[in-house]
């Protein structure tokens, strides 16, 4: 059992910086934080063009919403109904008056006490929110009740480390083993459909070996926190071969993004 406050720790933060910053790296700079969430969309448009045929027929619940990225994609995509949640107060009231066609809730997925006003939805989302989610049980929970969400059918989207190798720890963050996440998720009732690199070079390399990624990520951190504006340079000149690699890879040495169907 881990004594980290997750409800405290993301408030404090985005109450400090209600940006790209505050869910995102922080001493990163907005610009280019904003340039790796660039790439992150792509990536996310291109799953939901695969896996969510008719997203005008369906309702959608974003789970750790934010500052509204996922809650904008969605309605990108013309899903009929979108709904979000999160820990904080501070996401929810800003969220409410940035969308107001949608609806969002406070609450903890991973409260085994969570009620929600949302019935059965046919997607959820839940984009860089469970390794950080760093107690198992409040994990497993959390699948659990993405499960009881979901409608018959209903497709989950999901990020994570989904690591070859051995989890690694911290106190805010846990990147798990894939062979581990995929159990429990077999055991809340999900099958896997899919799962491709979700970022490869605009965030830490994770697991063993990437000793080079590990190099360039150190040097690109020292220039992004020393040098006013560098972030407004660094992102538009990673993310065209970070576009290229999340395309073209079969596996990442940072986060993936994964499909999974609930199970009749």
């Not at 881990?2 to 995102?24: C, H, I, M, P």
């Amino acid at each position: 059992m881990s004594d980290f406050n997750a409800d405290q720790y993301w408030e404090q933060r985005l109450e400090k910086s209600y940006d790209e910053t505050g869910v995102g790296r922080r001493g990163w700079g907005v610009a280019f934080n904003r340039w790796a969430y660039r790439a992150r969309r792509r990536v996310f448009d291109r799953v939901m063009r695969t896996h969510v045929r008719d997203a005008s027929a369906i309702s959608a619940l974003d789970i750790g919403s934010g500052t509204g990225v996922y809650i904008r994609a969605l309605l990108d995509h013309n899903v009929k109904s979108v709904h979000g949640i999160d820990l904080t107060d501070v996401a929810v009231k800003n969220l409410r008056q940035r969308f107001p066609n949608a609806a969002f809730e406070r609450g903890d997925i991973g409260d085994e006490d969570l009620t929600l006003t949302i019935g059965p939805v046919q997607l959820i989302t839940i984009m860089d929110v469970m390794f950080h989610i760093v107690d198992d049980a409040r994990y497993q929970t959390a699948l659990r009740a993405m499960v009881n969400l979901l409608d018959d059918d209903g497709v989950l989207i999901m990020t994570d480390g989904f690591l070859n190798g051995s989890e690694q720890r911290l106190e805010h963050i846990v990147h798990r083993d894939a062979a581990t996440i995929d159990r429990w998720c077999t055991a809340a009732g999900l099958e896997l459909v899919d799962r491709r690199p979700f970022l490869v070079l605009m965030n830490d390399p994770v697991g063993p070996g990437h000793r080079l990624l590990k190099s360039v990520r150190t040097l690109v951190e020292w220039v992004l926190k020393r040098v006013p504006g560098s972030g407004m340079v660094l992102g538009p000149l990673l993310y065209v071969p970070e576009r290229v690699l999340a395309s073209t890879l079969s596996h990442s040495p940072s986060t993936h993004i994964s499909v999974y169907r609930k199970r009749d």
